[in-house]
């Protein structure tokens, strides 16, 4: 059973507010975005990731949605681990790569034999 005005409540996460102005505010603002995401990293890397999200989010917005924050904040968490996987990935290769070649140098490098006598 669907109840009446199931479908005309909007989430508040998707309820676009004013960005914020002033330091107090800022701050305010960020306290929130850090409480509402779980806390992906310590508090100064979250407010480095919250102001770089504002000062990239569309020059005609002056009010948006937490959701448009908490996404993006997500996606940057998500985008972080994938580089951490492509730089550990990386590293493996170049190990491998450095052993292969250093067994292809000592089977092609002939073996000297210190033990020989002079007739």
């Known amino acids: 059973m669907i109840l009446p005005g199931f479908w ?3 989430d508040p996460l998707e309820i676009e507010h004013p960005l914020p102005v002033g ?7 960020m306290d929130d975005l850090i409480q509402l995401t779980g806390n ?3 508090k100064t890397s979250m407010e480095f990731a919250i102001a770089s999200v504002l000062i990239h989010a569309p020059s005609d917005k002056g009010s948006l949605s937490k959701r448009y924050f908490l996404d993006r904040l997500r ?3 998500a985008n972080q681990v994938a580089s951490q996987v492509f730089q550990d990935i990386k590293e493996q290769q170049a190990a491998a790569q450095a052993a292969a070649q250093a067994k292809v140098v000592e089977d092609t ?6 033990n020989v ?3």
Do not use: L, W
């Open 109 to 114: 490098t002939p073996s000297v034999v210190s």
């Open 8 to 10: 005309s409540q909007q």
């Open 117 to 119: 006598k002079p007739e």
């Open 40 to 42: 992906y990293a310590d």
């Open 75 to 77: 996606k940057s968490a």
């Open 23 to 29: 330091k107090t505010e800022m701050q305010a603002f």
